[in-house]
């Protein structure tokens, strides 16, 4: 399956984006200064390094006006591998319902656990950011009809059963506390 030059090709590409070496070599992260066949591509900590450098593959989407289109909400919407960056990053997401519906929402900060240095210290990077979520209408978002932050940090936040008349709405996705990236 050519693991060893697709993870050799991925870490130079890594290096291409301005990610430098990651210590210590605990064969954890694609960016480390030494090969590992225990996986393959990158792992949490290479992906917000990325992320950090460029936000999420959905980048721009820091206002009502350049939101992310999920399109008509008649079943199961499934949002992944996106983030928040920064104290002011956030990031919005525009749908509709065709009809009155009963609105879910799972908000899950995503990351791993991995050790940063030498002495035993180590990271839980789904526990950056205290992420929250709002549910927004009219044109420009502009009308909150409802604000989530129940759940602690890294916990995830559970909205259920919330109505929804036919419409056009926002989700908008916050963070309450923290100040690096978090994947959800």
Do not use: C
């Amino acid at each position: 399956d050519y693991r060893f030059m697709r993870n050799i090709v991925m870490h130079e590409h890594g290096h291409g984006h301005g990610l430098a070496h990651e210590g210590p070599i605990n064969q954890t992260k694609l960016m480390e200064a030494s090969y590992t066949a225990v996986f393959y591509g990158p792992r949490d900590d290479d992906i917000r390094g990325g992320m950090r450098n460029y936000g999420d593959f959905a980048e721009h989407d820091d206002s009502y006006d350049t939101a992310n289109a999920l399109g008509a909400f008649t079943g199961q919407i499934t949002v992944e591998n996106h983030s928040l960056t920064a104290l002011a990053d956030i990031d919005w997401y525009a749908f509709s319902t065709p009809t009155a519906s009963l609105f879910d929402v799972f908000l899950q900060a995503e990351g791993s656990y991995y050790i940063l240095d030498s002495v035993g210290g180590g990271i839980f990077t789904n526990q950056i950011m205290d992420l929250g979520f709002e549910i927004r209408s009219g044109a420009s978002g502009e009308t909150l009809l409802l604000a989530q932050n129940a759940a602690a940090i890294g916990v995830q936040e559970v909205l259920l059963d919330y109505s929804l008349p036919a419409g056009n709405y926002f989700l908008k996705v916050v963070r309450h506390s923290g100040n690096d990236v978090q994947r959800y």
